[in-house]
């Protein structure tokens, strides 16, 4: 009875945001109570990860396990650690073993086949992973409103579709530099467009809701509620920004809210839900032989998306290596990217031109985060930490500068950079990057977008070119000069920045697919007009 009371007392100095106090007795119930020792180990874990004390987690969680022997839900919680801190094979190890004693966690099932698909080199195996988790944990929610049936839309005179965009991430995350262009831009008199924000908004949210007066916050509905909502709006087309990330609602696509169901960029892999329909990609991502990838059809545009750089981003810079007389390397990419074969191919890289550095900008957000589990583990990869420097995370503006003192940056491999790519080549650094042969787009997107914009300098196809041109631009820093002085030109004439048309391209497919459910025609991959004729692009405008 006493350890129930203090448990609870402990989950209230915890919802205040008294960490120290809540972790203390939770420490105390650990080391007390055998019975609720593998709990509260978990909800100190908990207040470290919280803290950024991953590594101080992750030792807790093992020791509790040592004395009180496997159970699923730790065994799960460490291998989500793991994968924050980047060991993706223990991550790998203990959600399938926490697998064996709990196979019924969704979370856990799905955690797992992602990671698994991020290493793999086979696609239509990843595709079959994403179906066999979709039929098995994925149930369509319910609700009584019907959706207007084929007939009621056929009928419809209203030559004005609405489209709906369902994410939580419309805010301050990687999503707001692809899709404030199509907000802003969309044609009212043809796209009547609709926002679905399912998470918390904050600054960045009330800028892009200028553009777009069908905002709706539903972030406090259930299931059950937004597909009744969705329905009752008569939605034609609805897209999927998040994918298998948070506040996505799949069960609302699974039960078949609009009768046209898309996804785009939010998720590289397939979903592996049949109900929707398309996804929008380009030839770079989803190449001629793609299709056994996905489940969903694939929309194949001139371009996957657009970009917006950055707000008060426009300063360019010299590369700094005349000054400094040595290369500095940079790695942009999330820790938990910067796997254990690129981290090793980093120190071959150091270990072949001593007259190079490598700075990696971290995701922890103070010195003591960073210090916790990073540092450690770059030591361990015996990086020679004189020449390494590991930063805590940057302020955008701050990240925005790092070409002022890096001359190029390396991607992380077998994942590949996002949206930092992006960011990269708008400052202005040359992006080293490994293009595998398998296509996966995940583990291609850098070589995508460099291709896109005519950098295909950068692109490497394995470990040992890779390092072959590292250090051929170590040793030839004025080669690294004569790209710098081209990429922000590139980028601005690039498809990516031509936002007028990447919108009217995005707009036509809609009006594509949606011709094509009218005439009741099958789901079936299409190109856009523009992919098929690419005489038609206009100059670029932006």
């Known amino acids: ?29 650990w080391i007390r109570d055998q019975n609720s020792a593998s709990t509260a180990a978990r909800y100190v874990a908990y207040i470290d990860e919280l803290n950024g004390q991953l590594n101080d ?23 989500e650690l793991a994968m924050k801190m980047g060991l993706h094979k223990k991550a790998i190890d203990r959600a399938k073993r926490s697998l064996e004693l709990s196979p019924n966690n969704a979370i856990t099932a799905l955690n797992k086949t992602i990671w698994q698909s991020n290493y793999s080199s086979n696609g239509p195996a990843i595709k079959t992973a994403f179906e066999l988790w979709a039929s098995r944990y994925i149930e369509p929610t319910q609700c009584t409103t019907p959706m207007k049936n084929f007939h009621d839309f056929k009928r419809s005179k209203s030559e004005t579709l609405k489209v709906g965009f369902l994410s939580g991430d419309l805010k301050n995350h990687a999503v707001r530099y692809f899709i404030e262009p ?12 609709h926002i679905f924000m399912t998470a918390e908004e904050d600054e960045i949210s009330q800028i892009l809701k200028q553009w777009v007066p069908n905002w709706h916050n539903v972030r406090d509905l259930n299931s059950d509620s937004l597909l009744s909502y969705i329905r009752t709006l008569g939605i034609n087309i609805l897209v999927d920004l998040s994918g298998h990330t948070e506040h996505s609602k799949l069960d609302v696509f699974a039960a078949r809210a609009a009768p046209v169901q898309v996804t785009w960029w939010g998720f590289v892999h397939t979903l592996g839900i049949r109900e929707i329909d398309y ?32 707000v008060g981003c426009e300063e360019e810079y010299s590369s700094p290596w005349g000054q400094n007389q040595f290369v500095t390397m940079v790695s942009l990419n999330h820790t938990r990217k910067i796997s254990d074969a690129a981290l090793n191919t980093w120190r071959e890289i150091l270990e072949k031109n001593q007259n190079a550095g490598l700075i990696i900008v971290t995701g922890e957000v103070s010195e003591l985060q960073k210090d916790n589990y990073f540092v450690q583990r770059l030591t361990e990869s015996n990086l020679p930490m004189d020449r390494v420097a590991a930063v805590p995370k940057l302020t ?17 491999f077998p994942i590949s950079g996002g949206v930092t790519t992006f960011h990269s080549l708008w400052m202005g650094l040359p992006v080293l990057t490994m293009c595998p042969g398998n296509k996966i787009a995940i583990q291609t997107y850098t070589a995508n977008v460099l291709s896109k914009i005519g950098l295909s300098e950068g692109i490497t196809n394995n470990i040992n070119q890779y390092v072959d041109l ?13 790209l710098r002085s081209t990429i922000r030109q590139k980028m601005i004439t690039s ?48």
């Not at 199509?182 to 467009?193: G, P, V």
């Not at 380009?282 to 990838?293: G, K, R, S």
């Not at 590292?470 to 004569?482: G, K």
């Not at 391209?505 to 856009?528: A, G, H, I, P, T």
């Open 279 to 310: 996804r929008l990609t380009d030839y770079e991502a989803c190449p001629p032989d793609a299709e056994d990838h996905y489940t969903e059809a694939l929309c194949r545009m001139t371009c996957l998306t657009a970009y917006v750089p950055p």
């Open 182 to 193: 199509y907000l802003k831009l969309h044609d009212r008199s043809r796209i009547e467009l």
């Open 1 to 29: 009875m006493l350890d129930l009371i203090n448990f609870q007392n402990g989950l209230k100095l915890l919802s205040d945001g008294n960490f120290v106090e809540a972790r203390n007795i939770f420490y105390e119930i």
């Open 396 to 412: 955008m503006l701050e990240y925005m500068r790092v070409a002022s003192v890096a001359d190029f940056a390396v991607d992380t």
């Open 57 to 79: 987690a992750v030792t807790l969680l093992e020791s509790s396990m040592a004395q009180y022997g496997e159970d699923p839900a730790t065994l799960a919680q460490i291998s």
């Open 470 to 482: 590292a250090t051929y631009w170590i040793q030839n820093p004025s080669v690294i000069s004569q």
């Open 495 to 542: 498809p990516f920045l031509n936002h007028d048309e990447r919108v009217k391209e995005l707009e036509s497919c809609f009006r594509e697919m949606w011709r094509r459910f009218l005439l009741n025609e099958s789901v079936r991959s299409f190109d856009s007009e523009l992919a098929t004729h690419p005489e038609l692009s206009d100059a670029t405008e932006d």
